[in-house]
């Protein structure tokens, strides 16, 4: 069974980090590029980084670029979401999924095969 488990989301005060994780199970992920979501209440879901499968290249939206570290460990099938200096506006949940390729932009969420179930991450003082 292909599953994507989220993991490492919590309450932060602003300023704080989180290091988000994203498992894979039934498949092997290092073949896939990883993207990262967001989606806050009300508002739509948000490209947040992609990294590539074979190179480690990354993309960041500039609304996290400097703050947000991908990374992966493809012996371990899993994948990191390093997230600091958080801020309140960062609060949503937060979803990993799968990709080919990454692209320049990433793209939309409708462009990505498997997800996970999301993690909550509250920034709040």
């Known amino acids: 069974q292909v599953q994507l488990v989220e993991s490492g989301g919590g309450l932060v005060q602003p300023g704080g980090s989180l290091r988000l994780s994203c498992a894979a199970s039934?498949?092997?992920?290092?073949?896939?590029?990883i993207g990262w979501f967001r989606q806050a209440p009300g508002k739509e879901r948000e490209g947040v980084s992609c990294i590539s499968s074979v190179d480690g290249v990354t993309y960041y939206a500039d609304s996290v670029k400097g703050r947000f570290t991908s990374s992966r460990e493809n012996a371990k099938n899993e994948a990191y979401l390093q997230m600091n200096s958080l801020k309140p506006e960062d609060t949503a949940v937060y979803y990993c999924a799968t990709i080919l390729f990454c692209g320049t932009t990433m793209g939309g969420p409708g462009r990505y095969a498997y997800w996970g179930q999301g993690t909550q991450v509250t920034v709040s003082s």
């Open positions: 039934g498949f092997t992920l290092n073949y896939y590029a």
